[in-house]
């Protein structure tokens, strides 16, 4: 596998960067917290996505690109013999990942999503994660704890960069699968019932079933005879309740006849009362129709005296309205004087309103104005003091690690390298201590100028706005003005009607008691000439009366002959109640001994489907204790292969360890042979990964050596667990190898040293990426790429 191209976008402190990696040494240098680690990050990050990571996806995209702003990397890299591009983006708000990976230059992805493109990747490498760190990064701080390390420890370091805790990892996962099956095994176990005591209840049950078997025959008889008894009884009673419903029929109809002669005797009674009283109202009207001829006569004249009080009173009613009008006419004349000496002054307020307007918006534009670039200075002053801060902060902790002290970023000894960072901190600090002071006096020039400018402001708004309240006044006072005007024509108008309706009506002559009096007869004439039609109206009756009597006779003799024929037919019938009711009685007897021996018969059957059920749950019980008991050879049968499956990884455990261990020692020793120019040709391994290396075919521990040559030997050993790693997966060759900071603590021998080693390894590795923060290194390094600040938030990479 050999890395490309990548370009990063909004990725952390990188805005937009575009690089081509060579086949060679790499140098990647730079100042701590420049971006050096983010840019091999990237590529974990555009392969393996958050796993890959050391922070959580929503600090991967860059501060400065905002909540919804979209940060991404696009990867490109030889596996084998094909082009691989892998493109993984953040977007929105929610920081939504989109994935997708291609090959060569085809437009159509061979996966997307991000949890495709993961699995893509696997299995295209053949490398989990975990797997392709091991093989691709070191670090110095891995090189020197292997030598350093206590047995114990560096064993179990080794063995998780090379795997082998995955074997540890299975057997404990099987010995926790035993063990839970061992106890769901005792459980069931303990479940198992006595399968002698459940056959002897199975029999039990099986001989109460027939006993209750012939109960219920034996009730099913008695209860067939309850039935025809029941049957017998009811057909009796059922003819005598016949004959009661036929005589109480009669009876109704008896009863009914008996009401309708009553009505027609009582209908009899008051058609004779009325007949009498027609009589007398015939007497009275022969004394009334005299008294009633001059009604004619005295509705004409009380007519003519109702005209003339209208035209009285319409011709009062018009007279007060014209006084009214007069003194409506003369209050509208003063307030139309009053509004027109208001109005004179009404375009000088609107020309003066309109000029004030135009000089308040300029002022409110100037204050904005100085608001905004007080806001700039603010923000300046605000990053100038916090920035301040944090380099305070790195200085006094340099100061306090001294030259001898260990940097806090690459935990390597500061030595020559503190004077020169204790300088760059102070120009530092003394250039944000500068911005502030300016930030801070131009921030508080423009908050005073601001002050001035909002005093103005609000005189000018107090003005205009008493100006606003005048114009307001006078706009009003137009309104009145206009509406007095009108209602001024009206009431003209109104005033001309009324003159003319005046004249029309001219002299009125009207007697009030004259009128009185006219309509008192009137009243009188009018009571008797009611009295009159009421009177002719019963004379009028006395036709209808009597027909209507003569009916109600007839009709009396009619009824009378129906209740005869009804009482005869009574008789006929024959009935007796108490016949009807001794039968009834015999019929709720033998119901209730009905009920009873079916109530017995529902019992029984309950019974009987209550053993049923409990024998074919008891049978079902025993069928699943056998089924239980064959479960149980099975789990005891599973829990021996898991213990057999535990030896065997124990053992595979020991027989891969065997494996593995030599083949780290002959890798290692083979690149221990190339990058010492054949000086060392051989080392060996202890169980606890104990590095000896043979000078002169005898074996010494790495202690006996110089600290360029331990550094040479861990980071040979260190590449070979790489080697084994890449080996072990199945896939191509990774033929890149990044080693971050083992040029810390090197002085320049040892450096040089190094450097030769790796130029040997080239022919193995094909790109190999320094990372350091050592500039120095760059005089040594045939290819450099220089990660550097742009400013407080952003950083570059650029080849030198």
């Known amino acids: 596998m050999i890395l490309k191209r990548i370009k990063l976008e909004n990725y952390r402190r990188f805005q937009s960067l575009e690089l081509e990696f060579p086949e060679n040494v790499i140098g990647i240098i730079g100042k701590n917290g420049a971006g050096k680690s983010s840019l091999l990050e990237a590529v974990g990050w ?36 094909r082009e691989y591009r892998v493109v993984r983006r953040i977007k929105g708000k929610n920081a939504v990942v989109e994935a997708a990976v291609y090959v060569s230059t085809a437009t159509a992805p061979e996966a997307v999503q991000e949890r495709g493109v993961n699995e893509y990747i696997e299995n295209l490498l053949k490398l989990d994660y975990r797997s392709f760190l091991s093989s691709v990064f070191a670090r110095q701080k891995e090189l020197a704890a292997l030598s350093g390390m206590q047995p114990e420890e560096r064993r179990r370091t080794i063995n998780r960069l090379i795997g082998i805790d995955a074997v540890d990892d299975s057997r404990e996962r099987v010995r926790k699968d035993r063990n839970e099956q061992q106890r769901y095994l005792e459980g069931m176990r303990h479940s198992l019932l006595n399968p002698e005591a459940l056959r002897s209840r199975y029999q039990r049950l099986q001989a109460q079933q027939g006993e209750v078997q012939l109960e219920l025959a034996r009730l099913s008889e008695e209860t067939g005879r309850r039935r025809k008894s029941l049957a017998q009884c009811k057909s009796r009673y059922e003819a005598l309740a016949k004959l009661r419903d036929q005589n109480t029929l009669l009876t ?3 009863i009914k006849d008996q009401g309708r002669l009553q009505e027609c005797e009582n209908s009899e009674r008051r058609l004779r009362d009325e007949l009498a009283v027609v009589t007398k109202a015939e007497k009275e009207l022969a004394e009334i129709r005299p008294k009633v001829v001059e009604i004619e006569r005295l509705k004409a004249e009380k007519e003519e005296w109702d005209r003339r009080a209208l035209r009285k009173t319409r011709q009062e009613g018009l007279e007060q309205a014209r006084r009214h009008l007069d003194e409506q006419r003369q209050s509208l004349k003063m307030r139309l004087d009053v509004c027109s000496a208001a109005l004179l002054h009404y375009d ?8 004030l307007s135009e000089r308040l918006r300029d002022a409110e534009e100037a204050v904005q104005d100085l608001r905004r670039q007080h ?6 002053r605000t990053h100038a003091e916090r920035n301040g801060r944090e380099w305070a902060e790195k200085a006094a902790t340099l100061r306090r690690l001294g030259p001898e002290g260990v940097c806090p970023t690459c935990t390597q000894p500061l030595k020559d390298h503190y004077e020169q960072a204790v300088a760059e901190i102070e120009q530092t600090i003394t250039r944000l201590r500068q911005e502030y002071v300016l930030a801070r006096d131009q921030e508080k020039a423009l908050l005073q100028a601001i002050h001035e400018k909002e005093t103005a402001v609000e005189a000018l708004r107090r003005e205009k706005e008493e100006l ?17 005007t009108a209602e001024q024509k009206t009431l003209q108008e109104t005033h001309e009607q009324n003159q003319t309706q005046l004249a029309e009506l001219g002299v009125v002559d009207y007697d009030a008691a004259a009128h009185a009096a006219c309509t008192q007869r009137v009243a009188a004439a009018q009571a008797l000439l009611q009295k009159q039609a009421q009177l002719e109206e019963r004379v009028g009756r006395r036709s209808a009366l009597e027909a209507d009597l003569s009916a109600a006779q007839k009709t009396r003799v009619e009824i009378i002959g129906d209740l005869d024929q009804t009482r005869q ?8 109640e108490t016949d009807f009711q001794s039968a009834k009685a015999e019929v709720d007897r033998e119901s209730q001994a009905l009920d009873q021996s079916q109530e017995e018969l529902s019992g029984c059957r309950e019974t009987m489907a209550r053993v049923a059920s409990e024998t074919a749950s008891l049978s079902q019980t025993i069928q699943e204790q056998e089924q239980r008991g064959e479960q149980i050879k099975l789990l005891d049968e599973e829990v021996r292969y898991l213990d057999a499956l535990d030896m065997h990884l124990g053992r595979f455990r020991l027989e891969l360890a065997g494996r593995i261990r030599p083949l780290l020692a002959h890798r290692a020793s083979q690149l221990l042979a190339l990058v010492s120019n054949n000086r060392y040709q051989w080392l060996e391994l202890d169980e606890d990964y104990g590095i000896q290396v043979y000078d002169a075919n005898q074996a010494f521990g790495v202690n006996r050596f110089s600290g360029g040559e331990q550094d040479l030997v861990n980071l040979c050993l260190r590449i070979a667990i790489s080697q084994v790693v890449a080996e072990r997966s199945g896939g191509f060759p990774v033929n890149f190898l990044v080693l971050d900071e083992v040029f810390a603590s090197q002085d320049e021998e040892r450096k040089q040293s190094i450097l030769e080693a790796l130029n040997r390894l080239s ?18 390094l045939p290819v450099i790429l220089e990660v550097r600040f742009r400013d407080a938030d952003t950083s570059e990479a650029v080849w030198r």
């Open 348 to 355: 000088a307020v609107v020309a003066e309103l309109q000029a």
């Open 763 to 780: 022919s193995q590795f094909r790109q190999i990426f320094m990372i350091t923060h050592v500039e120095a290194i760059k005089e040594i």
């Open 569 to 576: 037919a009574q008789a006929a019938l024959n009935f007796s």
């Open 375 to 380: 806001n700039a200075y603010s923000g300046r």
């Open 252 to 254: 109704t109809r008896l």
């Open 468 to 484: 606003v309240k005048r114009q307001a006044g006078l706009d009003e006072t137009k309104k009145q003005h206009t509406q007095l």
């Open 46 to 81: 555009a392969l393996y996505g958050t796993r890959a990571s050391r922070t959580d996806k929503l600090e991967i995209r860059s501060q400065f690109s905002g909540e919804t702003g979209a940060a991404g990397v696009e990867l490109e890299f030889v596996y084998g013999d």
